[in-house]
């Protein structure tokens, strides 16, 4: 399912970036630390950072019960969400990864 | 009439032993997949053996070091972690014999971060009694996570190593590999490389090799082949076969003597070919 993501990102990204110099592709991954935190990391396929990058938590309803935005080392780590929830990587149109809490694994 | 045949039979035998081919000896660092959509635990084997063969399993000497360099992107420092912790001897099978080998299943927490790991084993040195030498490998193997590169083509630090300009992980079958031969550091001019494919699957569990040649070549020449760098240590390989690929640069250490006798010390370098879906 990540790698859909990862391919669809990919895909908007050429799609809706023709003219930029750019050819770096988003790339997002969250894991479950087991200690009721989530530890999420981004970045690109050209090893740039993604630093500053929002990330939005949500419930299992898509309401936002989480903002933050990744550290100059492009990860972030906010507290596990009961029930169902999934986490976005917001990097602007075409730069957009989602991953499921169900997606999520210690 | 007896002795005609019994110099008869000994000349076919004697050339049968001379056109043996001389296997090349590979240092493995082996897991079955180095391109990983996501981290997590992993188990690795540390075998001395033929690859292409898969015949003679040498008994490894106590390992020296081992361990991996990580980062994730193009900036910073690479974190190095001893990994010597999780090695376990195992008894590795061949298609002739057994020999003396280690495993290592790491936890996850070594390897959940996205990014390039430079896995890196130095054996002890061997005691190869055919040649009355010793030969040691310094060996690298790079697992990516998740599709960040990192530092999979800057130097480890090794006495010997090869540098890879594409990623090892990475290549298309029909793809083309490129390398620099380093030693102490600096490039080394005309190295002598060899190249062999792991020519038998490697069964995990089993700690053996099974199943049956995938390539079965039709001369020494295409079973351990041989090939020059340039004048600036740099080299190209064509990639035929899915599969893992071994590359040692012989000779490209700068210690030369062990126990009063010589000592070979290599870089070896595994890299993966996938095929096109």
Redesign the interface.
Known sequence: M??KY?VLAAVFGWLILPGSASAH?P?F?C?DNGDETI?C?G???????AASVPIIVKDGEGNVIFKGELSS??DIEFKKPEGDYSVLFDGGEGHRIEIPGSKI?? | MKRGLLIFTGLIALSLFCITPAWAHFQMLYTPQSALERGGGMTLKLVFTHPFDAGHTMDMEPVQEFYVMHRRGEEGEPRKTDLKEYLKEINWTGRENSGKAFEAKLPSKIMRSMGDYIFIVVPGPYYEKADDEYIQQFTKMIVNVGGIPGNWHEPAGLPAEILPLDKPYANWTGGVFRGIVMSEGKPVPHADLEIEYLNYKPNMEKNAFEGEAEINASHPSFETMGIRANAQGEFAIGLPKAGWWGIAALGSGPVDQHNGKGLAQEAVLWIQVTDIP
Do not use: H, M, V
């Open positions: 990540i790698k990862f592709t790339l991954s894991f530890f990391e970045g690109f396929s050209d090893g740039s950072g080392t492009s694994f210690e």
